[in-house]
């Protein structure tokens, strides 16, 4: 084929050239980049509205556990007074010194015991309260790896 003829079949191909074609593959190929945008978009959004839901929990949850952890602290409190003021109560009673011996003997002893159960009950309250304000964030974070091994 001659230089010429070359032009010429090149003029005939741009000559061929069908705008009309060219624009609809253009539409549909912008369609396609907003639809994929707009799924892009509200998954997410999805994913936002779930994850602050979960932080709303969470902040709920580290709420009532704070609140459960101070009413517990409080009735610690209480509880140590009315055996000191029960303790001072005895002492004032008491007539010799054995029976003071006796008295401060039984009262570390109380005071022990009641240190050891309210460390029990603090440590059993923190361990759920955390199980229970980790859970939200653990789950979206589990939904999270789910729906990225899915996808």
């Known amino acids: 084929m001659s230089k010429t003829t ?19 593959q253009f539409r549909v190929f912008a ?3 907003l639809e994929q945008s707009r799924q892009a978009y509200d998954k997410m959004k999805s994913h ?3 994850t602050q839901q979960s932080m ?11 609140s459960e952890m101070s009413l517990k602290s409080i ?3 209480r509880a140590g007074s009315e055996l000191s003021f029960a303790h001072f109560e005895a002492l004032v009673k008491a007539k010799t010194i054995s029976e003071v011996f006796e ?4 009262f570390a002893r109380k005071s022990m015991e ?8 603090f440590q059993a309250t ?9 859970k939200p964030m653990k789950d979206a974070f589990e939904k999270s790896v789910k729906e990225l091994e899915a996808a």
């Open 6 to 24: 070359a032009k010429a079949a090149d003029v005939l191909d741009a000559a061929a050239f069908d705008a009309g074609k060219a624009a609809d």
């Open 48 to 50: 936002a509205e779930h």
């Open 103 to 106: 008295l401060q003997t039984a």
């Open 31 to 33: 369609e396609n980049g």
């Open 56 to 66: 709303e929990a969470t902040f709920e949850t580290a709420r009532q556990a704070g």
């Open 126 to 134: 923190s361990t759920k309260a955390t199980e229970e304000v980790i």
């Open 75 to 77: 009735a610690a409190l």
């Open 114 to 121: 009641l240190a050891v159960e309210q460390a029990r009950d």
